[in-house]
């Protein structure tokens, strides 16, 4: 399988290239030259698989560059980590099903691709004898997951930015606890916007981006969707199973667009509507939502939500969906791109609207639904949702027919402990959080500025 960027401005890569590039060279993003057939026969025999079993099957369709026993062994490292069995377990609560993401280190479904893709970093890394410095910025909640994803690891260092003070004491201590040698807290002493800016300014600067081999785990990597499209396939056959049904429906908590493409891919890869359609979730943040439900793209202001991973304005990963809806065009869909810089909007004709329809239905749900939702479940059900998770909920339940519908639940709802309090009182603190309290912390607190965190990568990269 070789991987084409969407603006056609690269020769086909190998799935090793694609993912130690990250971004394409040309701005664009990395996708594989065409998607796998797969025949009924082949689909019908991954019914039982367990968790890394599928993995295995299904990220093997995307890489022909790892010997089969390096990538098993692989994936059963980075499912190690997770504390259920079932890795994803999905289970009906009430009159809909909910797939658990939240069972890796951080509490938050972003392990499932991280963990899978420190391993892969390490493993490439090490075939080259080459070593990588892993640079980015956080509001709080990715932070730990791409920590987690690397601690530890060989040829790898990473230095992650967060606002001081500014984030949650959990989501601090989550990343500061971390103590491994190769893992750098940096406390900037201003906001998560300049964190990003230092972030932007020493990755533009490519004379030390080359130098220092610095590279990024943002969500743009096309082994975190690949990762991703597994607990589709995984909670589909579960689901199929224990309600006997042949055809299922997903809503997906969205911010970046990147867990509901892997669900895309899934309903590509999976054939005859055995996914019959992704309902898209937004918060008040609803840009995706309003392009599926009117074909336009365009930016608004970002505004802080009870659900902050999904707080965004424009959606990294949408670029991928778009080259899709352009019949593999690259030419288009780097026009379209830049037309899109340059006004802010993209509009979309009545066939492009009649396709994404075909795929998607979206909702975007209010912060007081939010809270209602949080309650009314819990009520009913006697399960507690995390605000992200209760955001796909709210729209799921409003989607929902004689089809199973399938909630990811993508963060524990412990990280969210103040805003779950405000819709059903206290709840205790999970143990893997509670285990925290009074760890010792290792953590840089320094100004706001690129050229002192310059100064701390160059400074250790001499070590
Ligand atoms: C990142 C995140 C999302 C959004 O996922 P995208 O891939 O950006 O659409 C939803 N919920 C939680 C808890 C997240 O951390």
Redesign the pocket.
């Known amino acids: 399988m070789k991987y084409i960027s969407t603006r056609g401005g690269i020769a086909p890569i190998s799935f090793k290239d694609a993912v130690m590039m990250g971004l394409a060279t040309d701005g664009g993003l990395l996708l594989p030259q065409s998607l796998p057939k797969l025949s009924d026969k082949t689909i019908e025999s991954w019914h039982n698989l367990e968790y890394q079993d599928l993995a295995y099957e299904v990220i093997s369709l995307f890489t022909d560059d790892m010997p089969e026993a390096d990538l098993r062994q692989l994936i059963a490292k980075s499912y190690a980590s997770f504390t259920h069995p079932d890795i994803t377990p999905v289970a009906k609560h009430g009159e809909v099903h909910i797939l658990e993401l939240f069972h890796g280190p951080t509490l938050?479904?972003?392990d499932v691709a991280l963990q899978f893709l420190g391993n892969l970093f390490e493993y490439f890394l090490r075939a080259d004898k080459a070593r990588m410095n892993i640079l980015g910025a956080t509001s709080g909640?990715?932070g730990s997951?791409a920590i987690y994803g690397v601690r530890g690891k060989e040829r790898i260092k990473i230095f992650i930015l967060h606002p001081h003070k500014r984030v949650s004491p959990i989501q601090e201590l989550q990343m500061t606890s971390v103590l491994d040698d190769n893992v750098f807290n940096l406390a900037i002493q201003g906001s998560f916007d300049s964190g990003q800016a230092i972030v932007k300014e020493i990755f533009n600067d490519l004379d030390f981006k080359k130098k220092h081999h610095l590279g990024a785990v943002n969500?743009i990597n096309w082994a975190r969707i690949l990762a991703?499209i597994v607990y589709y396939v995984y909670s589909y056959f579960r689901v199929c199973n224990s309600e006997g049904s042949e055809q299922v429906d997903f809503t997906?908590?969205?911010?970046?667009?990147?867990?509901?493409?892997a669900g895309f891919l899934a309903k590509r890869l999976l054939t005859a509507k055995r996914i019959r359609r992704l309902v898209l979730a937004t918060n008040e943040n609803d840009i995706l939502s309003r392009f599926v439900s009117q074909g336009v793209y365009a930016t608004g202001d970002v505004s802080q939500t009870c659900?902050p991973?999904?707080d965004?304005q424009v959606?990294s990963?949408f670029e991928r969906y778009l080259y899709f809806l352009n019949d593999f065009d690259a030419d288009r869909t780097r026009n379209d791109m830049e037309s899109f810089a340059a006004n802010a909007v993209l509009r979309f004709d009545s066939t492009a609207c009649d396709r994404v329809n075909d795929d998607f239905v979206s909702q975007r749900v209010t912060e007081p639904e939010i809270i209602a939702t949080i309650k009314s479940f819990y009520e009913k059900n006697n399960y507690v949702l995390?605000p992200?998770?209760a955001v796909g909920v709210t729209a799921g339940i409003s989607h929902k027919d004689k089809l199973p519908m399938i909630c990811l639940a993508?963060?524990h709802p412990g990280k969210f402990g103040d805003v779950v309090g405000r819709a059903i009182g206290p709840q205790p603190l999970p143990d893997a959080l509670a285990v925290l309290e009074g760890k010792k912390t290792r953590c840089e607190v320094i100004p706001a500025k690129s050229t002192v965190v310059k100064d701390f990568i160059e400074r250790d990269d001499k070590l």
Request: hydrophobic share 40%; no cysteine; aromatic share 10%.
């Open positions: 938050a479904f972003k909640d990715t997951a969500s991703q997906v908590p969205t911010g970046n667009f990147g867990d509901i493409f659900s991973s999904m965004i959606a990963n995390d992200h998770t993508t963060a």
